[in-house]
């Protein structure tokens, strides 16, 4: 059983440009969570997913940041026009129920701008 | 809303010394309680989790944690560490599903912790 599987592992942009960072998750799961590392910070959600549906965006900034879900493929996390400040690990999760407790975390996509 | 503190950003410690990583958490309701590990350029791996029931949950790698709900505390230990334990460590909460919340984690800012030969 395949775990949760991210790619890129490692992406680089120039400011302003997009990047689009996919997440497939766990078979049998359904439950999408991103989350963000910035250097010297902890972990930090962004947006809870289900199959088409965003649920919780809470954690996602207000501008060039989106998220989706689709029925068939994986979770996609875009940022438009990339600033030097979106240099992170984004890491996604992936859960078979909400609230199910457990979380499955993936290898996360090392973002660089440059 | 929820929080996390972790004591301590570091920890150094002798091969097969014991060691305690501490956390301390605030929350306005319930919530279930998580420590994972991270090695160096990889994802986070689950440890152990309090969910209810006994206080002192087991974990994987020989790592226990007992939830304090007094202190506000789930503190995590192992007895003898080994080369191998140094990573950082992360402890979550999440509020309790019959608040639906979605389950997402709150985490801590993480503690690092090397093992010394």
């Known amino acids: 059983n395949a775990g949760v599987m991210q790619n890129p592992r490692h992406l680089v942009r120039r400011r302003g440009q997009e990047a689009r960072l996919r997440c497939s998750p766990m078979?049998?799961?359904?439950?999408v969570y991103w989350y963000r590392q910035l250097p010297e910070e902890g972990l930090k959600f962004m947006v809870y997913l289900q199959k088409e549906n965003i649920i919780d965006e809470s954690g996602m900034p207000k501008e060039r940041f989106s998220a989706e879900f689709p029925k068939e493929g994986p979770s996609i996390l875009r940022i438009q026009q990339v600033v030097r400040g979106d240099s992170a690990a984004y890491f996604c999760?992936?859960?078979?129920?909400?609230?199910?407790?457990?979380?499955?975390f993936g290898p996360g996509t090392r973002l660089t701008v440059t | 809303a929820q929080s996390v503190t972790q004591l301590d950003s570091q920890v150094p410690v002798f091969e097969e010394a014991p060691v305690e990583l501490r956390c301390n958490y605030s929350s306005s309701v319930s919530v279930y309680l998580f420590w994972y590990v991270q090695y160096p350029n990889q994802g986070l791996q689950l440890l152990l989790k309090y969910l209810s029931g006994s206080t002192l949950v087991k974990g994987i790698n020989g790592f226990e944690a007992e939830f304090n709900k007094s202190q506000t505390s789930f503190h995590l230990r192992k007895p003898s560490v080994h080369i191998s334990d140094t990573a950082e460590y992360f402890c979550a909460v999440s509020a309790a599903i019959l608040y639906n919340q979605g389950g997402k984690l709150i985490f801590g800012q993480g503690t690092e912790l090397s093992v010394k030969p």
């Open positions: 999760a992936s859960s078979p129920r909400e609230g199910n407790y457990e979380q499955y």
């Open positions: 078979k049998g799961h359904s439950h």
